[in-house]
Every structure is written in structure tokens, then in C-alpha cells.
């Protein structure tokens, strides 16, 4: 497995409060995405970054953005957090877009 | 709209039996199919299927795609408990808007292998 991580692992907040979520990865890919996974819509796209500062919207990016300074870094924000957006987030990364999406463990974030 | 389906959603079955999960879907410019094995935490890799009528084979699973007819099977035979699991469906197209690959995901099915 490439070397992903994601902090925090666990989070519960109340709504109205900016949340940030990251992902960091080892393997120097160029790619990185963030997802939500919920019961009955399976894993939708937020956001994706093709490149350092170079970011894209996905299906569902209301109310979410991010941030990539670093090769390794992608940051994934909550500006003001909604219980709609109490999920489950996956990060994943790619060194090429034809090569296979390599996902990290997962944040369980709760909206009170 | 872009969309994957896969079916069944839940299935229950005895350590032993041969099971096949399937995956339709609808979308422009497609690029490949991916399989994956969900547990209780990230999802894992299985497969990638790009071309119609190659079966791709690892281990008791085997997976085979039909571009014709928009859909793939995943197979598993001789199921053992540790096989229970979320499989889930991914297909990877060529987004108009963007210009770059794309991912959507279908549900998953639920994988129960009772001993």
C-alpha cells in the first residue's frame, strides 16, 4: 500500500465550526483526491488536485475546499461545518491518472 | 448522468459457495473499470479492467468486463469468511468539463461469508 495517512482519524464537532481534515502521502504522486463515503451513495468526489496550488471541484465540493502547498500535503476544509456533512472522508493518491487510486484509512468526523 | 450500479447490494452466503457481484454503468468517455475490497477501513485494490472479454484473475477472484453491454462481473469462488467485505465498483471516464479522469463509484455490495 502507499504510504497515506490521514489526521485526524476521528472527529466530532458542533455545527458552525471550521474543521480541516489532512491527507499526507510518501509517495511523491502527482495526484491527490479527497472523497466522502455515505451509507446509500457509496464514495463521491469533493475535491482533487492535479499538482501543487492546482485544484478541481468534484461532484459534491459545496461547502468544502482545499488546499495543496506541498507535494505531500492535501488539505481538505469544513468552513463552517453542517451535520449534512457528517461522513466518512477518504483520501487517495495517484502518481499518474491511469495508474490506480491508493486510499488512506479514513476520518470519521461527526456534526453535532 | 454519469452513474454506476451494482447489484446486488447485500448478499449472504455459506464459506464455499461461488458468488458474482455485478456493476453496470453509464458514462462518457470511459476509461476503465476498478474493483476494490472495502473492510472496516480504506478501500484496497483488486482490479482494473480496460479491455472487453479479458478475464483478470488473483487467487478465487476473477473478474471480466463487456464494454458491449456496459458491465462487469467479479467472481469468488470457494468463499472463506474472510472474504466478507464491501465490493465496491468504480469507473474511471474522461470528465468533458475538466478534461481529467474521474472516478464515480457505485454503492458497493455488502459481502457476508457465513462459516
Known amino acids: 500500500d502507499a504510504g497515506i495517512t490521514q489526521s485526524p482519524r476521528h472527529k466530532v464537532t458542533e455545527t458552525g465550526t471550521p474543521v480541516t481534515l489532512r491527507c499526507h502521502q510518501t509517495?511523491?504522486?502527482?495526484?491527490m483526491y479527497w472523497y466522502r463515503q455515505d451509507p446509500g451513495h457509496g464514495l463521491r468526489l469533493i475535491h482533487y488536485?492535479?499538482?501543487?496550488?492546482?485544484?478541481d471541484k468534484g461532484e459534491v465540493s459545496d461547502g468544502y475546499s482545499v488546499s495543496r502547498s506541498k507535494t505531500e500535503d492535501f488539505l481538505l476544509t469544513l468552513e463552517s461545518a453542517t451535520s449534512s456533512q457528517t461522513s466518512v472522508y477518504f483520501c487517495?493518491?495517484?502518481?499518474?491518472?491511469?495508474?490506480?487510486?491508493?486510499f488512506g484509512p479514513g476520518t470519521r468526523l461527526l456534526v453535532l | 448522468e454519469d452513474k454506476v450500479v451494482q447489484s446486488p447490494l447485500s448478499l449472504v452466503v455459506h464459506e464455499g459457495d461461488t458468488v458474482t457481484l455485478n456493476c453496470s454503468y453509464e458514462?462518457?468517455?470511459?476509461?476503465?473499470l476498478l474493483w476494490y475490497k472495502q473492510e472496516k477501513k480504506a478501500p484496497t485494490f483488486l482490479f482494473m479492467l480496460?479491455?472487453?472479454?479479458i478475464e483478470k484473475k488473483s487467487g478465487r477472484l476473477s473478474s471480466i468486463l463487456d464494454k458491449k453491454e456496459l458491465f462487469s462481473i467479479l467472481n469468488i469462488t470457494a468463499t472463506q469468511t474472510g472474504d466478507s467485505a464491501v465490493y465496491l465498483c468504480?469507473?474511471?471516464?474522461?470528465?468533458?468539463?475538466?478534461?481529467?479522469?474521474?472516478?464515480?463509484f457505485g454503492e458497493g455490495t455488502q459481502l457476508t461469508v457465513n462459516p
Open positions: 487517495a493518491s495517484n502518481r499518474d491518472r491511469q495508474e490506480t487510486q491508493y
Open positions: 509517495e511523491n504522486h502527482r495526484y
Open positions: 488536485s492535479y499538482g501543487v496550488k492546482d485544484t
Open positions: 458514462v462518457t468517455n470511459f476509461r476503465s
Open positions: 480496460t479491455s472487453s472479454g
Open positions: 468504480a469507473v474511471e471516464y474522461l470528465s468533458e468539463e475538466t478534461s481529467g479522469s474521474r472516478l464515480t
